[in-house]
């Protein structure tokens, strides 16, 4: 435990009061913790990754996005985020095994699209406070529980959707499916992934993190 | 297993059959959820959370139908020829959340066009925004209106856009219209701009019967042409209803057969709950709250109406002046709650176009104009200085617009609007009178044990020949005298019995539309009633107010006059001075010294129940209403017409919303006020009012109903001078019909009905059956001793015409000098009949050539018409040129 419960949760809400400070010194007690793991329990994954890309990069770049998402998600404590971290980073070197990020489209973020969860339309349509503060929360509580998804492949083709914003065809093709199929499975997902969401949303992280542990152990 | 571990299964299961049901929605075995779900009561709540999450997650079907179409319409309109080769690229003139507008030259036909293309190509969450693109394009095509521009050319352009030609628009939009009147420049006025709006509730009011809602209208989509030509642009976010819609269901067969209507289905989720388009500060409610299930043409009335509102305010609602706050605060305030209120903002705006305003932007859908037509109308009637529904509703505001366009007009016309309503008004009530009696009677006959069953049985028998449907009037009459005769030659009877069935006898006879007979029976009564030792004061007073009622009926004012005092005094010697029957009675003089013309009398007894009124708070009633119009009736006759007004606006307050439509009273009120703008020369206005009555009377009352009836006379005289006689006469024809039916044929109501068609027969040249007609009825009411009566004058007025136009010189002369004898007897000025008869006098003189007494009569006539008033000069001019004639 790099220190108390307290001083993590306490710099995630500095850091996103836009305290710059607060997210070095995360960082900082976060990261050597992370690449220890990394080192000990993922070497396999990390040495099979292409020389172009450094494995602390993907933990680095993981351990950004979690940061940005946190806000709707509170972890209880430092013990819970660094639990949080660890499986992010797996997964996130698992992906860039199956398909690097820079061989996806150009210009796609690394977070689930707005249009995937928010209100679409014209500009003007997203004005409602409420309702996109709701639809923000949407989305980070889809992409937290896209990490607990099992199956690699859903996890991808849910991030393709929704966060590259693949059309059918393009998603089809990655996983050798008609568009039509790719959809279906698509939607067959979607259930589980709404469940795991309704799990974070009411405070079940301790049960997914032991859950996905046991089964990347086995 | 713990309670916890149980709902995590439930939800595991949940998750699974979810992904089960969307295989098999996608297989189209399962589309309706809530089926499903009752299939799986065990998780059907983790079922719907679960749905409901996915459902937010999407992207859903409906996108992907929508890509897929967005992408084979694409693909279709590549494969085509098109002209964008001819285009000759100008200026950016717009841009939008869906493509940007450039003006085009088009090289082969020299002309100036506008092009707007997709920003996008169909991939993903754009799929959303091309499809908008395509269906802009083809709904646009195919509403054919003036106030849409038509497009051209759909096409896509070398880099895979899709675009489409259009007219181009030189002009202002509303947004520069609106900064132009607050600047006070080139001459635009709120008036102007309210006709621009005019213009686009026209385009909109084709467009909704098309099935189709804008949906983003604003000043900026609003182009005024250099021309005034008007055209209401961008229907990017245009719906098409779906044909299960309401708008839909009226216009059937009408509507836009876009790609999006051909799949209703489809087209419901094509714009998914939640989904939030528009510009917000004229979006509706339930637009911004994203439901598109309520979105219809009452969508677009709001958005007018918010125009309406930037237009007087001088800024947009939800927005303080120069304050330009982002599109989601003003979204956050349009949902909060209605905009500062416009009459605070704009407090110079006239208050109508405040109204219109606030009903157009109502947050609840159903209180806001029904449709586009419906808030055209009401800017409309502003701009011609006609009620506006939403301002002030009734006739009695109607009135006073028409007086305040008309000012001198109405002064010459109110005087006529007495006789109008006493002719009309007074006659309903007083039959309603009579029946609320009947009732009376018959409890009160119940009661009293010791003849109960005599007169009970003599009752029954009274009003089974009144009310018995299989005898016409005459026959009925005839019974009712064959059961009078008996129970007067009954000697079991004691004369307390005989008194009270007598007066039964006279409410039957009276109901039966015998007067005379009726009035026979009550003096009879009487007789008996003073002699009775103690005396029956309150059966005195009962007996005296219908002996003064009937009375009335047969236009004997002086005796009613003499026994409604009677029946006060009675009423006070009971200690009932201000309880009923008195306050009735009270009432009852006021329209006996109106008919008298004792308009001081008539004031007396009003300004006394009105002190009545005041001390118990008992305006807000019935009789509060009956008091205001009796008020308003003294003050038109006293040429007090502004108080007159006054007075009826006071009585049709007081009936507010109280009344269901169909109530009598209102009824009565509604057609009171049907005949006073007939009188008032507001002849459409009469006629829509009568047409009302007559619609909630017919269907709801019998073919005879009093209302029904004079509604429809209120109708016929409105028609007559709108010149639709044949209308008038078929309506005419109905109520003689019915008023013989139900009186026979001496009943002065008879008489008048007769009189009203032999009228409309004259304009209509059919003199023979006219004049047959107005004998008939002069005959019925001279039969009737109604000699002198204002209908009796009339008839004869009437006759005296139609023998005028067949020829019949002395006969005429006759009827007419009558006329003047009777109105003359009635004191001066109390008859425009009476002057209107010297006026015919003249005429048929002058046609006979004997012009001593034309000469004679036309003197006469100088002698009574004020110099100041608008016939004087041409009957000088007529004076002068029989003089010189009786010269020569």
Known sequence: MPENADQTVELLQRWHAN???????????????????????????????????????????????????????????????????????????????????????DGATSQFSAHVVDMRGSSDSSGRPDRAAEKAEDRALAWLALQFLEDDDDRELVELVAVDECGWAEVGARFNLAPDAARMRYKRVLPRLANYMRRLREGGVDELLAARHRMSSS | MTNQSSREERFARAATLLAEYYQLRESGDFSDFEAFCATEPECAAELRGLHEQCQRLGPNDDDVRLHERAEKLLSELQGRPNRFGDYERGDEIGRGGMGLVVAIRDRVLRREMAMKLALDRPSGPDARRIERFLEEAQITSQLDHPGIVPVHELGVDPEGRAYFTMRRVEGRNLSEVFALIRSGREGWTVPRAINVLLRVCETLEYAHSRGVVHRDLKPSNVMVGRFGEVFVMDWGLAKVLSRS??????????????????????????????????????????????????????????????????????????????????????????????????????????????????????????????????LRAELNAFLEQRVVGAYRTGPWAEARKWVARNRAFAASLLGVLALVVIGGGGFATVRAEHGRAVAREQAIASTERETAQTIATHFDNALRVVFDGRLDATQRRDRLA??????????????????????????????????????????????????????????????????????????????????????????????????????????????????????????????????????????????????????????????RFADALTWFQVSLDIIGDKLPMNDDVRLTMEGNVAATLQGLGMHRESETLAQSVIARTEGLAPSDHPHLLAALETLSAALLDLGREREAEAHLRRVLAARLASFGSDHPEVAKARANLATALLKLQCEDEALELATQATNSLERQVQIGSHDHVRVLHVRGRAHAALGHVEPAVTDFERVIALTDARGPGASPVGEGSLEELVAVFVAAGRWDEAQHSIERLLAVTPPQSASHAAREAQARAIRERVQR
């Open chain 1, 19 to 105: 305290d710059s400070t607060a997210l070095a010194k995360l960082l900082e007690n976060h990261l050597p913790l992370l690449r220890d793991y990394v080192r000990s329990r993922l070497h396999p994954l990390t040495q099979r990754l292409s020389r172009e890309l450094d494995a602390s990069d993907v933990v680095q770049t993981t351990a950004v996005q979690l940061l940005q998402y946190t806000p709707k998600f509170r972890p209880r404590d430092g013990a819970q985020f660094q639990a949080l971290l660890r499986t992010f980073v797996e997964n996130a070197l698992r992906n860039e095994l199956r398909a690097p990020r820079h061989r996806r489209r």
């Open chain 2, 482 to 639: 064959q059961l009078s005769g008996q129970l007067a030659s009954d000697q079991r009877l004691s004369p307390a019995t005989k008194a009270r069935v007598l007066r039964s006898l006279g409410e039957a006879l009276r109901v039966a539309g015998d007067p005379r007979t009726a009035a026979a029976r009550f003096s009879e009564c009487l007789q008996i009633l003073v002699q009775l030792s103690p005396r029956d004061s309150s059966s005195e007073l009962l007996v005296l107010n219908a002996l003064a009622d009937v009375e009335c009926q047969l236009a004997h004012f002086d005796d009613a006059a003499a026994h409604f005092e009677q029946a006060l005094d009675a009423a006070r010697q009971a200690g009932r001075s201000w309880v009923e029957p008195a306050l009735t009675i009270r009432s009852n003089l006021i329209d006996v010294h109106l008919g008298r013309n004792d308009l001081d009398a008539a004031q007396t007894y009003a300004d006394e129940i009105g002190r009545w009124f005041d001390a118990n708070d008992a305006w807000n009633s019935p009789n509060g209403v009956a008091l205001a119009n009796q008020f308003g009736r003294i003050a038109r006759r006293q040429d």
């Open chain 2, 245 to 374: 819609t309401e708008l839909a269901e009226e216009q059937r067969g009408e509507q836009v057969a876009t790609h999006r209507s051909e799949s209703s289905t489809d087209h419901a989720g094509a714009t998914v709950e939640g989904d939030v388009m528009g510009t917000p500060a004229y979006m509706s409610p339930e637009q911004a709250l994203g439901n598109v299930a309520r979105v219809d043409a009452r969508t677009d009335v709001y958005a007018m109406g918010a125009m309406l509102y930037e237009l007087l305010a001088g800024h947009r609602p939800f927005c303080g002046p120069e304050e330009s706050p982002p599109p989601a605060v003003v979204r956050a305030r349009a949902l909060a709650g209605p905009p500062a209120p416009l009459g605070r903002q704009a407090p110079t705006a006239a208050p109508e176009l405040v109204a219109v305003c606030e009903k157009a932007m109502a947050r609840s859908i159903e209180l806001r104009y029904a449709s586009v037509a419906e």
